[in-house]
């Protein structure tokens, strides 16, 4: 079964319309929430390295680090409330992403975007003048809050914005603010360390106020998606918005497909329960395992705590912060890789060949530091050869994730979801993401401890594991309208059993030509 897996592209609906200036500059303003969530996962492990910032709030790891009391290099972080710390702000932004279900489905995505700014800026102000523990932790959640909000608007906001040939290349540009974030958190992490009196992780942390205040003033000045503003009654609006978006006035195909979508969307009281159906089986099925996957890759291991996981393996303090802003710019390079190929190579591709990428660069990383450190975590003095062997890799590993999971573990689930589940199916796809980055954030220091350097072992099984799922069970979704997408499932090998009481697209109206009939 050569192809399993696999659905021919094309054949669909072929709406009229082009590449906008409108639209690009539109989906590069929307796609800027993704700097909040990157800008945390990079400050949050620099930070949490600084002396000064440990010594004031978690004073025992300060102690174990500085006074070596433990030889063990693989537990010197291993703390509770410094896990609490980064992992805190992941549980806040699941509780939110649920509530900013509702918002972006009754209220439009572009206000979800505008409380996540807002809540963000709010977190990163107590966090920057914290003087005890729990301020820390009241910013986090704020923070979390905030990233709940936006990544539960943002990948929508841009699959519903962009023509569906370049839909692909337009919503990684949220996967790539990401990244940007991530790597601008870095070098500011690499040059506040070095500030004397010890106070450069309060501008780390406030910082945070920046990408707060561009998603804000940019959710000020976006326009709505037609497919929301016809949601919400707005018709003649969208008719208008559509056309000005697609760049041509031959939009009625497009704008009646919408509206049908629409019209189908209404029927459906309870969106949450609606999930359940056997119909939507497969949506449901992406919604949980595509992001469940993506933290189990590891990339949080590396992201979260990459100047941790380079001060334990041997790097000085200064060392450990460059190496990681070395992972950042790699991570920025692949996105942009990405980019350029997920709508020529398509989805399946890019998870499969970063999927082999990944693996064997978890085995490279796992044998080298087993080799060095073994069961005691005592590597004595490391080479110089060594360090750059380990970096190596872990770029390697980076942008193995930064041009499949990473990108595409967003892009995916926010084109496939019909609009009658979609603020719904989205906000599970959030909430998981947000779980399982919680869980890894909480007990990766700890396993890190326990585990040794099997723990890159444990993410490469998972590896092994995800790469077989989209093998089988992930069909290609390149170059489908978002609001035809029901016929990718009903060609596929496996979830066509599940889909053929769909009949035809979005469960109960047939689009295309402009007619919509019921069923």
């Not at 990681?324 to 990405?338: D, E, H």
Request: hydrophobic share 50%.
């Amino acid at each position: 079964m050569p192809a399993v897996g696999i659905v021919p592209v094309g054949g669909g609906t072929e709406y009229p319309g082009k590449l906008t200036l409108f639209v690009l500059i539109t989906c590069m303003v929307a796609g800027m929430g993704g700097l909040i969530f990157g800008y945390d996962i990079g400050i949050s492990g620099g930070v949490t390295t600084m002396p000064s910032f440990l010594k004031k709030f978690f004073p025992s790891v300060y102690d174990k680090q500085q006074k070596n009391k433990s030889k063990n290099q693989y537990c010197q972080y291993d703390s509770e409330t410094l896990t609490l710390f980064t992992s805190s702000l992941y549980l806040a932004a699941l509780l939110a992403s649920l509530v900013a279900s509702t918002v972006t489905r009754k209220l439009g995505r572009k206000l979800s975007m505008l409380f996540g700014g807002l809540l963000f800026f709010a977190g990163a102000l107590i966090n920057g003048f914290a003087k005890a523990v729990w301020m820390l932790i009241v910013g986090r959640i704020l923070l979390g809050f905030g990233v709940g909000f936006a990544n539960q608007s943002v990948p929508l906001y841009l699959s519903e914005m962009a023509p569906y040939k370049y839909r692909g290349s337009l919503n990684i540009g949220f996967q790539l603010s990401i990244t940007i974030g991530i790597l601008v958190a870095n070098v500011l992490n690499y040059f506040f360390e070095k500030i004397k009196g010890g106070w450069g992780w309060r501008l780390s942390l406030g910082g945070a106020m920046v990408p707060a205040l561009i998603i804000t003033v940019g959710s000020l000045v976006l326009p709505d998606t037609p497919n929301s503003m016809i949601e919400r009654g707005q018709t003649t609006e969208a008719k208008e918005k559509l056309r000005k978006i697609r760049g041509v006035d031959d939009i009625d195909q497009e704008f009646d497909d919408l509206v049908a979508a629409s019209e189908s969307s209404k029927l459906v009281e309870h969106p949450w329960t609606n999930l359940l159906q056997r119909k939507y089986r497969p949506h449901l099925t992406m919604a949980i395992l595509i992001p469940f996957f993506q933290q189990l890759t590891g990339i949080n291991v590396i992201m979260f705590y990459a100047p941790v996981l380079f001060n334990t393996i041997g790097f000085k303090t200064d060392a450990a912060l460059m190496s990681a802003v070395i992972t950042g710019v790699v991570n920025v390079a692949a996105t942009l890789v990405s980019i350029y190929g997920v709508d020529k190579w398509g989805r399946r591709f890019l998870f499969l060949e970063g999927g082999t990428q990944m693996l064997i660069c978890q085995a490279v990383v796992a044998a080298c530091i087993g080799a060095k450190f073994g069961t005691d975590g005592d590597p004595g003095n490391l080479p110089k050869w060594y360090a750059i062997v380990v970096v190596l890799f872990i770029c390697i590993y980076v942008a193995g994730f930064a041009w499949s999971w990473g990108p595409l573990g967003w892009l995916v689930p926010s084109e496939i979801f019909p609009l009658e589940i979609r603020s719904a199916a989205q906000s599970i796809n959030v909430s998981v993401n947000m779980l399982f980055t919680f869980a890894v954030a909480q007990i990766f220091l700890t396993m890190l401890c326990h585990l040794k350097f099997g723990l890159f072992l444990f993410f490469a099984f998972f590896v092994v594991i995800m790469s077989i799922f989209v093998y089988f069970f992930l069909p290609e979704t390149k170059n489908i309208p978002i609001e035809e997408m029901a016929q990718v499932w009903k060609s596929h090998w496996y979830w066509s059993r599940f889909v053929q009481d769909l009949g035809v697209p979005n469960g109960g109206f047939e689009m295309g030509r402009g007619t919509i009939k019921t069923v």
